[in-house]
């Protein structure tokens, strides 16, 4: 079945780093791309970072391009998000989640079929 | 600063049917982009609920089920029961955004 576990989640303060991780297993990592979303507390979802099962393309929000980096290692069935000059709005518990189209698709097809229990990130002085 | 926007609560009595709309513009729903539903219960991880517009995922209850119009889509819960107490979020693409986007969420009570 599939598995998506985070971590690297904690306390930071506003101005620092964060590196998130997301193990794959259960499924064909090198397969699919794959997504990182965050709910912050009491809200709702916001998408924040797409990479392309080949690592070929990454896409990012608004809220979040130029500070987070979305990387992946296939050889480790594992997802990154790195995260730099994190702001208090950044707080929130992050989500990785599969891409539920295989390969190569077009954007307005994608969806996220798997998630994982989420890492929660605070950043506060 | 959600670009689909959904009622923020629903309620409804058990075996009742209620919908939920999610109504958006010509960058995203309009586009004829698709959209997506996910069920999120307290304190837990989002699930995929319906995909392509309407189709189940396997495991997913035929009571759930999904339609789009236009710039809208709805998401109809029939036969309610308390475990489907939960929020429920809609999702699409918008191309002005070049980004996933989703609903401002709908929370469902069972009465």
């Known amino acids: 079945q599939v598995q998506l576990v985070e971590s690297g989640g904690g306390v930071v303060q506003p101005g620092g780093s964060l590196r998130l991780s997301c193990a794959a297993s259960?499924?064909?990592?090198?397969?699919?791309?794959m997504h990182w979303v965050r709910q912050a507390p009491g809200k709702g979802l916001e998408w924040v970072a797409f990479?392309?099962?080949?690592?070929?393309?990454?896409y990012y929000a608004d809220s979040v391009r130029g500070r987070f980096t979305i990387s992946r290692d296939n050889s480790k069935n594992t997802l990154y998000l790195q995260m730099n000059s994190l702001r208090a709005e950044d707080t929130a518990v992050y989500y990785c989640?599969?891409?539920?189209?295989?390969?190569?698709?077009?954007?307005?097809?994608?969806?996220?079929?798997?998630w994982g229990q989420g890492t929660l990130v605070t950043v506060s002085s | 600063q959600s670009v689909l926007t959904q009622p923020p609560s629903v309620s409804g009595a058990p075996g009742q049917r209620v919908t939920i709309s999610c109504t958006g513009s010509s960058s995203n729903i309009g586009a004829g982009y698709d959209v997506h539903w996910y069920q999120q219960l307290l304190g837990t991880a989002p699930k995929l609920l319906i995909y392509g517009n309407s189709d189940r995922p396997s495991g997913v209850p035929d009571r759930f089920s999904g339609s789009k119009s236009g710039t809208s889509a709805s998401l109809a819960i029939t036969g309610l029961q308390t475990d489907d107490e939960a929020d429920y979020y809609c999702?699409?693409?918008?191309?002005?955004?070049?980004?996933?986007?989703f609903g401002t969420g709908t929370k469902v009570t069972v009465l």
């Open positions: 989640a599969k891409d539920g189209v295989r390969g190569a698709g077009r954007p307005g097809l994608r969806y996220f079929d798997y």
């Open positions: 999702q699409s693409y918008d191309r002005s955004l070049s980004g996933y986007v």
């Open positions: 259960g499924f064909t990592f090198y397969s699919y791309g």
């Open positions: 990479i392309r099962y080949d690592g070929s393309n990454k």
